[in-house]
């Protein structure tokens, strides 16, 4: 696999080292800023810390394996709006060396994890699989480049590949760059979350665990070729989500900074999830349950992500992000 010092990966390894004891399991990684060997304390599989870009690297790793699971990403939208290149490169690049390696040393399913942010922003219903792409951020559209990329070695090479398009995670072990350990982080220190534009933008909550959970089953038992989508079981504005984590941490309503809108924001994602379903696949968290849980997490790991937010990297980008 690629990208598990990251936020889904690692959870996806934490799972997997459970669930199936006998897999053996090669975690490729660069460690960007969002990777966290952190991620993975307590848990004893090889980390090969290399970029998915170096072919000779990817092709050393992936010897002998059967599946290939891809999560190595550039993920935060408003990174990308400050400079794309790096996701140009691992995004699209990247998985380009990972699909001829996978080709080369005959896996036998090649799980691409991707975004329900490549189908852009819909003003009602939910996307479905075969909905067209309208990527409207960097990010989305790397992404959207990449799952086009992974299409045509099915359709070209035959590759046996999946793809994932999940909507927004939410749990532990999440970099506090992005919206939910941000808002959680900086209530605990009674600092404002900073809410882009009104707040009503819409997104499609699913927990981190029923995510891994979720690739999982389409690893399994996923008909190669084809694309899954896996949404949350919950879905609410912006605004809302700051009200209900204020009113869960015992905070003041008005801990709110209403800042400049991020360019070209999305007002609303929401997924169709029935081909996923119709494999077999279950929900375990509601988001209730999952976001007391995930307050809970952060307020019991102040070691894990205050380093984080200290360190000199994360505060350059703060400040280059939130200048107005
Ligand atoms: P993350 O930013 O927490 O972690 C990304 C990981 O990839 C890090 O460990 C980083 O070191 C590694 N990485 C980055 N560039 C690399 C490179 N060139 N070579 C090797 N490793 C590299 O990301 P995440 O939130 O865990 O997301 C994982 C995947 O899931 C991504 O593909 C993302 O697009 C997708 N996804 C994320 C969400 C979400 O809500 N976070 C939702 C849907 C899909
Ligand atoms: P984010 O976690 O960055 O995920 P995405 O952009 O991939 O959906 O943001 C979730 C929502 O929260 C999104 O609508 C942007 C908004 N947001 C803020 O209002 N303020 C912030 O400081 C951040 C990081 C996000």
Redesign the pocket.
């Known amino acids: 696999m690629?990208?598990?010092?990251?936020?889904?990966?690692?959870?996806f390894i934490r799972q997997l080292v459970k669930s199936r004891p006998k897999w053996a399991i090669v975690n490729?990684?660069?460690?960007?800023?969002?990777?966290?060997p952190a991620?993975l304390d307590g848990i004893n599989i090889k980390t090969v810390k290399?970029?998915?870009?170096?072919a000779k690297a990817v092709d050393a790793a992936m010897k002998g394996c059967d599946y290939v699971v891809?999560?190595?990403?550039?993920?935060?939208v408003d990174r990308s709006i400050l400079d794309a290149g790096?996701f140009l490169?691992?995004?699209i690049l990247?998985t380009q060396v990972l699909l001829d390696a996978a080709l080369r040393h005959k896996v036998k399913r090649f799980l691409?994890?991707?975004?329900?942010?490549v189908y852009g922003s819909i003003p009602r219903g939910y996307s479905k699989e075969g909905d067209h792409l309208e990527p409207n951020s960097p990010?989305a559209a790397s992404?959207a480049a990449?799952d086009l990329l992974v299409r045509s070695y099915f359709v070209t090479h035959k590759a046996p590949v999946l793809t994932?398009?999940?909507?927004?995670?939410?749990g532990p072990?999440?970099?506090p760059e992005?919206a939910l350990p941000l808002m959680i982080t900086n209530f605990m220190e009674d600092k404002p979350f900073p809410q882009y534009g009104d707040g009503k933008q819409v997104r499609d909550w699913?927990h981190?665990r029923d995510?891994a959970r979720a690739i999982l089953t389409v690893l399994e038992k996923g008909t190669i070729g084809e694309i899954y989508n896996?949404g949350g079981s919950y879905t609410c504005q912006n605004r809302e989500l700051i009200q209900k984590v204020l009113g869960l941490m015992k905070k003041p309503k008005g801990l709110v900074t209403r800042v400049e809108d991020r360019k070209g924001h999305d007002r609303r994602y929401a997924l169709d999830c029935k081909k996923l379903l119709k494999i077999g696949f279950r929900h375990e968290y509601d988001f209730e349950r999952g976001l007391a849980q995930t307050i809970a997490w952060y307020m019991n790991h102040e070691s894990w992500w205050r380093p984080l937010k200290v360190a000199g990297g994360y505060r350059a980008y703060v400040k280059k992000a939130y200048k107005k």
């Open positions: 690629t990208g598990g010092l990251g936020f889904i990966g690692s959870n490729l990684d660069k460690q960007t800023y969002a990777g966290n991620n290399k970029d998915i870009c170096d891809h999560f190595a990403a550039e993920t935060h790096a490169k691992t995004n990247g691409h994890v991707s975004t329900d942010e990010y992404k990449s994932t398009r999940a909507s927004n995670n939410y072990f999440q970099y992005k699913l981190v995510h896996i």
